[in-house]
C-alpha cells in the first residue's frame, strides 16, 4: 500500500516523527557552510605567522577556495544532504592546501603544489558525480559484476607490462601519459567499490555460495596483480574492504565465520613466512646467486621484513629502509602546540607519505587531532548512511559504506604508520597529501557520499 506523505518543515518537528528522522534534521544547518568558510580565512592567517610566500600563495587561492565552498554548500543545503559531512571534508580539503603550501616552502619537495591540477581533480570529480546517476544503473547488471573484475584485471596487466616506478622502490603502481604521472592502482579501488555494489545489487539477490566464490575471484585478482606489480600498501586496503564488505553485508551464517577466518589466517600465515623466507634467501642474496623463483620471491619477502624490522626497531637500519622513520620521529619531537619554529625539514616525501608528519612538524599537534577528527567524521557519518540506506537500497548502502571506509581506513593506516605505530605503506593521505590521481578518487568518493546523503529524503517523498 502506497503511503502519500508531505514534506515537513525542518523547524517543526512532531512527536510521532521517528527519532533517525529528527536526528538527520538537524545536520541539514547551513551554519556548517559558514563554518568551513571561516575556517579556510583562518588558515590564510596562520599561514602568515609561518611563512610569508605560503600565505600569500594561499590567499591568491582564498577567493575560488571560498566561492567553490559556497556553491557546493548551497547545493548540499538546498539537497538536504549531510552538512556535517560537507563540514568535515571541507575543514580536511582546505587544511591540505594550506599545508601544502607550506611545505613547499619548508621540505622543497620535487615539485611544487599545484592548484590547476587540483581544480581539475575537482571538477573530474563533478563529472564522475553528474554521470553516476546514471552509470548506477548499470550496476543493477549482474554483468557488472564480472566487467570489474575485467577492469581491474586489465590494469594490473597494463602496469606489468607498462608501469614504472617514479620513486625508484620497484613498485610499478605509475604509467606517464601526456606529462601527467597516473598512479592506476587508485582506480582499482574505485573498481573494487563497484564491483561490490554490483555484487550485493537490491535488484537481484545472489546466493551465499556465488557471493563467496565471485569475491574471491576478485580478490585474488588484486592479491595477484600487487603481487606481480610489487604494490602492496594498496591491496591491504582491498583486503580490508573484501573482509569488511563481507562481514557486515552477507548474511550471517556459519560458512561466512569460517571463510573469514580462513582468509584471515592464510594472509596472516604468508606474512609470518615471508619472514623465514627473507632469512632463507638473504645469503644467497648477499653471494649474488638468487635465481629462479628465489629471485622473484625475494622483493617481496625483503619489502615486508623490512617494514616489520623498522616498525620494531629504526635503528636497524637507520641510513636505509628506516632513514624515513627516523626522520619523522625526529619531527614529531620537535612538533608541539604550534609546530617547530627550526623549520627541520629533513622529512623525505613530506608532500604525500609524511603529510600527517609534516603537518604536525609545521602547525602542531593540535591541528593534527583536529585533522583526525574530521577524518573519524566522515567514517561516523559515511557509517551511519550507510545503515539508513541499508533498509531501502542496499546498493547505495554497500557504495557509502566502502568509500567512507577506504577513505577514513587509508587516511588511519598511512597516519599510523608514517608515525611508526604500524609497519608504513608508502600511500597518499586523503586529502592533506598531494597527488592527482589519488585526490581525483578523494573527491569522487566524497561527492559519493554527499550525492547519496541527499536522496534519502528524495526517496521518503516518493514513496
Known amino acids: 500500500m502506497t503511503n502519500h506523505r508531505k514534506k515537513q518543515d525542518t523547524t517543526d518537528v512532531s512527536l510521532s516523527q521517528p527519532e533517525e528522522d529528527v536526528i538527520y534534521v538537524e545536520d541539514k544547518s547551513d551554519r ?3 563554518h568551513v568558510m571561516l575556517f579556510e580565512i583562518l ?8 611563512s610569508g610566500t605560503a600565505a600569500l600563495h594561499y590567499v591568491i587561492t582564498l577567493v575560488p577556495m571560498l566561492i567553490i565552498t559556497g556553491i557546493i554548500g548551497n547545493i ?30 619548508v621540505y622543497a619537495p620535487a615539485d611544487t603544489f599545484n592548484v590547476i591540477k587540483y581544480l581539475i581533480a575537482l571538477l573530474l570529480a563533478v563529472l564522475f558525480i553528474v554521470f ?43 604509467v606517464s601519459i601526456g606529462g601527467f604521472t597516473i598512479q592506476l592502482t587508485d582506480f582499482t579501488k574505485v573498481s573494487a567499490l563497484l564491483f561490490y555494489a554490483s555484487l550485493f545489487s537490491s535488484s537481484f539477490r545472489n ?14 585478482i588484486n592479491l595477484g596483480g600487487s603481487v606481480l606489480i ?71 619477502a625483503r619489502k615486508i621484513y623490512e617494514r616489520f624490522s ?19 620521529k625526529k619531527a614529531l619531537w620537535m612538533g608541539g602546540l604550534f609546530g617547530n619554529t627550526v623549520n627541520f625539514n629533513a622529512i623525505p616525501v613530506a608532500e604525500s607519505d609524511m603529510a600527517f608528519v609534516a603537518l604536525i612538524c609545521t602547525m602542531g599537534f593540535p591541528l593534527a587531532f583536529f585533522a583526525l577528527i574530521q577524518l573519524t567524521r566522515i567514517a561516523i557519518r559515511g557509517g551511519e548512511l550507510a545503515n539508513k540506506l541499508l533498509k531501502k537500497t542496499p546498493q547505495d548502502a554497500v557504495v557509502v559504506f566502502g568509500a567512507a571506509a577506504m577513505l577514513f581506513m587509508q587516511g588511519a593506516i598511512v597516519i599510523l604508520g608514517s608515525c611508526n605505530i604500524i609497519p608504513f605503506t608508502g600511500l597518499p593521505i586523503p586529502f592533506l597529501s598531494r597527488g592527482f590521481t589519488y585526490q581525483t578518487i578523494v573527491f569522487c568518493f566524497t561527492g559519493i557520499l554527499l550525492h547519496l546523503s541527499q536522496e534519502k529524503e528524495e526517496d521518503e517523498d516518493v514513496q
Open 132 to 174: 553516476y546517476k546514471y552509470f548506477r544503473k548499470i550496476l543493477t547488471q549482474r554483468s557488472t559484476v564480472y566487467i570489474m573484475m575485467g577492469v581491474s584485471a586489465a590494469i594490473y596487466l597494463f602496469l606489468i607490462f607498462a608501469g614504472y616506478d617514479p620513486n625508484g622502490y620497484g613498485t610499478n603502481a605509475w
Open 32 to 34: 556548517f557552510i559558514g
Open 207 to 220: 546466493d551465499e555460495d556465488k557471493i563467496l566464490s565471485l569475491s574471491t575471484i576478485f580478490f585474488l
Open 43 to 50: 588558515m590564510a592567517g596562520l599561514l602568515a605567522l609561518k
Open 310 to 328: 623498522v616498525t620494531a626497531n629504526l635503528y636497524n637500519d637507520p641510513y636505509g629502509a628506516g632513514y624515513q622513520m627516523l626522520q619523522g
Open 230 to 300: 610489487h604494490e602492496l600498501g594498496s591491496f591491504l586496503i582491498l583486503f580490508i574492504l573484501h573482509m569488511s564488505m563481507l562481514l557486515i553485508f552477507l548474511k550471517h551464517s556459519r560458512r561466512k565465520r569460517i571463510y573469514l577466518i580462513s582468509i584471515f589466517t592464510i594472509c596472516f600465515t604468508a606474512v609470518a613466512l615471508s619472514f623465514l623466507l627473507y632469512k632463507l634467501l638473504l645469503p644467497s642474496y648477499q653471494a649474488g646467486t638468487l635465481s629462479g623463483i628465489k629471485a622473484f620471491l625475494w622483493p617481496f
Open 76 to 105: 548540499c543545503y538546498q539537497k538536504s544532504a549531510d552538512m556535517k559531512l560537507f563540514s568535515a571534508c571541507g575543514y580536511l580539503a582546505s587544511l591540505g592546501i594550506g599545508l601544502q603550501f607550506l611545505i613547499d616552502e
